[in-house]
C-alpha cells in the first residue's frame, strides 16, 4: 500500500491481544499511522466494544472509520502487511 495508513485501535490496558496487536503494528514497515483508545475510559465505548477488544478501525480522509475483520493472532510481520493493504483497500 503506497499511501499511509491510518488505523483506531479500541484495546484495553492489560489485554494480551490487544498489545501484542498493537506492538506487532507499529513493527510494521513503514508503520501505519495508530491511535489506540481505551475503551475503559468511556462507557459507551465500553458498552460497545468491551468483550469485542481489539478492534480494529480503518481510518479514511473525510470518512467514518471502517471496522475491519478481526485480526488473526499469529499474523505478524509481512503476512500482516498483506492483510492490511487487502482489508484497507478500496
Keep these: 500500500m503506497s499511501r499511509s495508513l491510518s488505523l483506531l485501535l479500541y484495546s484495553r490496558a492489560g489485554c ?7 506492538v ?3 513493527a510494521l514497515e513503514p508503520a501505519p499511522e495508530l491511535t489506540v483508545v481505551d475503551v ?7 458498552a460497545r466494544y ?4 481489539p478492534v480494529l ?13 478481526r485480526v488473526p493472532p499469529r499474523l505478524q510481520g509481512q503476512p500482516l502487511r498483506s492483510w492490511l493493504d487487502r482489508h484497507c483497500s478500496g
Design 24 to 26: 506487532k503494528l507499529l
Design 40 to 46: 475503559d475510559r468511556d462507557p459507551a465505548l465500553q
Design 16 to 22: 494480551c491481544l490487544c498489545e501484542g496487536l498493537e
Design 50 to 53: 468491551g468483550l469485542e477488544v
Design 57 to 69: 478501525l480503518h481510518c479514511r480522509d473525510g470518512a467514518q472509520p471502517v471496522q475491519l475483520p
